[in-house]
C-alpha cells in the first residue's frame, strides 16, 4: 500500500506542490517498518537500506532528510517521543508561519516561478 499523495496529478518535474502532497500515516508506517526491519550483515543490510530508501523517495516523492527526521522521531521510545513532539510540532508551526511559509516559494509552485 502506497500513500495517498494526490488530490489531483498537478506535478512539475515528477513532484508533487506543497498543497497537493499527502501522505496516508498508516502506508508510512508500514514503509517505516520495512526499513527498520533490514537484515543481514551489516555491509549488506546497510546496502539493502540505502536502495530502499532511495527507492521510497524516489517512488513518493518525499524528501531524503524528512524522511530519515521522521525515521530517527519513530524510533524513540514512547516518552521520548511524547516529550519531544510537545516542543518540537510548535516551534515547528512557528517557524513555518513566521518564516518559512512566508520567506521561501514553494519550488515546485508554477505561479511562483
Known sequence: MRPIKTKGT???????SNEEFQ???SALQVQLDELADSGGTVS??????????KQIVDEE???????G????????SETKRADFL???APMLAAM????????TPDMFDTEAA
Open 10 to 16: 498537478h506535478k512539475i518535474d515528477g513532484n508533487l
Open 23 to 25: 501522505v496516508d500515516a
Open 44 to 53: 549488506e543490510a546497510n546496502g539493502d537500506l540505502r536502495s530502499r530508501i
Open 61 to 67: 516523492g518525499y524528501h531524503k532528510r524528512a524522511l
Open 69 to 76: 527526521v521522521i525515521r530517527e522521531i519513530d524510533k524513540m
Open 86 to 88: 510537545r516542543t518540537f
Open 96 to 103: 513555518r508561519a513566521g518564516k518559512w511559509d512566508t520567506a
